[in-house]
């Protein structure tokens, strides 16, 4: 295959690469661009990003960070890294970072403490939600020898099976940091999921952190990318860090005009998805006792198989034989994404399969 070759499958339209037998639950991640997206891609203005800077990229930056109410903004390749340069940036090594204990930070990208010489303390919390009383004796003077550099919360939270974190709750953490002079950063890489859900702009909730990650590949569906946004400072000193860990693009304006169509064009759409979760979830508690499926707000489902008596990995492989791909979340439990790739069709396909291995059982 040549050059050309190749370029004409990447920009092949999605119609004609979907998988018509497989229903795709395992996460909204595996979203395909638009056709809107490609036209973008085709067309877009190029530069090199490690040198006069690519345009297509810089419009994307100031974009996402208007429609975030932040200064600045900076395109990174994921949302891990955008959290990682967040760090980076804004906290010094042997500081400590506080998380609620089931955050996509801590138990995901953990990793990161590696690069960044800081501490992450998991506090509990209900829903994704960290517990105030418990924040705030850990930001009290001598609770650890650790300094508290920052506070991280995460929405919607994955962990949580999508809960929001309720507008409140987020001022009261920022309340508690910043009169303390502590920035709170938001792993937002479903940040517009979250807006959606709660009817107010993703600027109304990320006027509640300092610096805020929001990813562009998952129910928004550019290919690939993330931005982080913030103070003008602070993106600057991220910029400088990008280059220092290998995440200069160059002409990269490909990808970021995908992401241009993701922010201004894709969030209006995600009800679909959380109507579509909540068609699953019902769907799925109307079977048999033997599954319980949580209630979402958001786009994702977690399926409970205690009493079942088969574990995870075995519902994995039989839903995959029915033509149904979900992910396990521990032993006994999956986890089901919906994103725009699932109708109420895909859906009722969900819901027979899983009645046909319960029955199988």
Known sequence: MNAAEVLSEIMMPEESRTRPNVVDLRSDTVTRPTEAMYERMREAPLGDDGLEGDPTARELEVTTARILGKEAGLFVPSCTMANLLAILAQVQRSEQILLEAQAHMINTERGAATF????????????????????????????????????????????AGGAVLPLLHMAAVAGLAWTRGIPVHLDGARLFNAATHLEVTPAEIAAQVDTVSLCLSKGLSAPAGAILAGPAAVIAEARRLRKMLGGTQRQIGIVAAAGLEAVTAMGARLAEDHATARQLSDGLNGLDPRLSASIPQTNIVQVDLTGTGRDSARWVDDLEAAGILSRPLGERRLRLVTHRHIDSGDVARAVAAFRTCLDAA
């Open 116 to 159: 960044t010489g800081t501490f992450l303390l998991g506090l509990p919390g209900t829903d994704g939600a960290m517990d105030l009383d418990r924040l705030e004796d850990a930001l009290r003077p001598g609770a650890s020898p650790l300094r508290t550099a920052m506070v991280a919360l995460e929405t919607s939270h994955n962990a």
